[in-house]
């Protein structure tokens, strides 16, 4: 039964050995090291002694003894970088043979370090060509494995009847230019990264990134969109193919290790890596591939944008000050030590915190001589002269606005919300007694409006009331009634009133039947009077 604790120990003490491996290349004397790694990486099965490094370092220009080169060569075998050669070296002399007994060999992975330092030592600081092109090399190969493993085969003769070489080789060819592509995005999108984050990035250097990077972004935007999913498809096709296929890839001789487990296998060669490489086409766990260099294309466009609107600003701290900065450099430059300081002062504000009354004039009269920054009203200061640093006037005087236009608006506005209120009124006036009405919900809430007035004049109903509204001409009836029930539908919901009988109708109408009255009350009257 494994120990997971001891494992993890185990795995800690392994990286801890192979960060040993990059200390020759920190040092200082890194120079030499790398050198005498690179004789030992340049021969295939090649050991040399102390002896032999010496004298090609001699005459590659670098003068160094046997004795410094071997205790040279002792430390990187110490660090790792180094293993002792086996072969047996013949030579004329003892004293020859004292020099060469002992010989070196460079280790696997200290190889590949300084490989791989070499390479990144050798790299140049602008942006790297996107190997774009193996996209479409990707799916033609798939095409052709598709063709070795799905295609028709004899009866009974299973993995047989496949070229497990030429497989293994189109195999190779699909992961390596993965793998290559992959990493040309990563240090393509690297590099623009760190030129889109500059500040001092102007004028034509800007211009020429900002052309390039547009249409090189969408040129690689358009490949990706176009091979990708002709990719995922073949990957698709192929998933049940995968075992034959692997199958036939395990007849191939592959190394082995002094434990007898198989050694270090090129990439395909099992179902986990196939499924991670059509997992990144086609986003099993998660966003894609694709769609990762999609959103990398709109973020650095995007970061692109934000510096061409700085660059374009007129004000504000956003303008570029690359020009005031270099020019504020050089005076520094030229300055001697007092200068600079008083350089620093008038160019940063760093001044005695005291408040010397100069100026406009204070808008506070209590803050004197003695009063702190901290504590004395602020003063208003001009944008011109606090985003630009000085008080030139800029623009026009802006004309004064014409109200016409929002008097013109405001009309407007009132008078559709009277027409709205009188439709309400009229729906409430049409329905008469609303108990059981259904009325639209601008109407139940002019009618919850006056209710509410009603209620608020005669707070104790003793017997029938109303209110009218004589903009509307709407007057509403109470009456109170304990055993009543009013419901007023609308379509939003519905309003029960407990205790009241509620009617609607016209103040125009009620005003016309009080006048009936009084005239009727006059004519009998005057006939009572004509007959007395």
């Not at 598709?146 to 497989?167: I, S, Y």
Request: a negative charge; charged letters at 25%.
């Amino acid at each position: 039964m494994s120990n997971p604790g001891a494992e993890v120990a185990a795995g800690a003490v392994v990286q801890a050995d192979r960060t040993r491996l990059f200390r020759y290349l920190t040092g200082e004397m890194s120079s030499e090291y790398r050198q005498i790694m690179g004789l030992f990486t340049t021969q295939l099965l090649g050991d040399l002694s102390a002896a032999d490094v010496a004298a090609r370092l001699n005459a590659g220009g670098l003068h160094l003894s046997v004795e410094e080169v071997g205790t040279r060569c002792e430390r990187l075998e110490v660090w790792g970088n180094l293993v002792r050669g086996v072969s047996d070296a013949r030579v004329a002399t003892v004293k020859d043979y004292l020099r060469s007994r002992t010989r070196y060999q460079a280790s696997k992975l200290g190889g590949r370090v300084h490989r791989d330092a070499e390479a990144v030592l050798a790299a140049g600081d602008g942006a790297k060509e996107v190997a774009r092109e193996l996209l479409g090399a990707t799916v033609e190969t798939l095409e052709r494995i598709l063709a070795m493993v799905a295609g028709p085969t004899p009866p009974g003769a299973g993995t047989a009847a496949l070229d497990a070489e030429q497989l293994a080789g189109q195999v190779t060819t699909v992961f390596n230019n993965h793998r290559l592509f992959n990493e040309s995005i990563l240090e393509f999108y690297n590099s623009i990264n760190a030129v889109l984050t500059r500040y001092d990035l102007a004028g034509a250097e800007y211009q020429q990134f900002k052309t390039r990077l547009m249409e090189y972004i969408d040129l690689i935007t358009s490949d990706v969109s176009r091979h990708a999913p002709a990719i995922t498809w073949r990957f698709h096709q192929l998933e049940p193919h995968l075992d034959t296929l692997l199958s036939a890839l395990g007849t191939l001789p592959a190394p082995t290790l002094p434990d007898g487990s198989a050694g270090e296998r090129l990439p395909g060669r099992t179902q986990a890596e196939w499924d991670a490489l059509a997992g990144w086409y086609a986003g099993r766990d998660g966003r894609s591939g694709p769609e990762d260099l999609r959103a990398a294309a709109g973020r650095a466009l995007g970061q692109l944008l934000a510096n061409t609107k700085r660059m374009l600003a007129s004000a504000g701290v956003g303008v570029s000050r690359r020009a005031d900065l270099l020019k504020l450099a050089a005076w520094f430059d030229n300055a001697d030590s007092a200068d600079a300081h008083r350089l620093y002062a008038a160019t940063f504000g760093a001044h005695p915190a005291r408040h010397l009354l100069v100026g406009p004039d204070e808008p506070d009269p209590r803050d004197g001589a003695g009063t702190s920054w901290w504590d004395a009203a602020a003063v208003d200061v001009p944008i011109s002269l606090r985003e630009r640093g000085d008080r030139t006037p800029r623009g026009r005087t802006a004309r004064v606005p014409d109200p016409a236009l929002a008097r013109e608006a405001l009309l407007a506005a009132t008078r559709a919300a009277a027409q709205a209120r009188g439709a309400a009124a009229g729906e409430l006036v049409a329905a008469g007694t609303l108990d059981g009405a259904h009325v639209s919900p601008a109407a139940r809430d002019l009618l919850m409006e006056r209710l509410g007035d009603l209620l608020a004049r005669y707070q104790e109903l003793a017997g029938p009331v109303a209110t009218t509204d004589t903009d509307l001409g709407l007057t509403l009836r109470a009456a109170p009634d304990p055993r009543a029930t009013t419901v007023v539908r609308a379509d939003d919901g519905s309003v029960t009133i407990y205790g009241l009988t509620l009617s609607a109708a016209s103040s125009a109408a009620q005003n016309s039947a009080s006048s009936d009255d009084s005239a009727g009350d006059t004519t009998a009257a005057a006939a009572g009077g004509g007959r007395a």
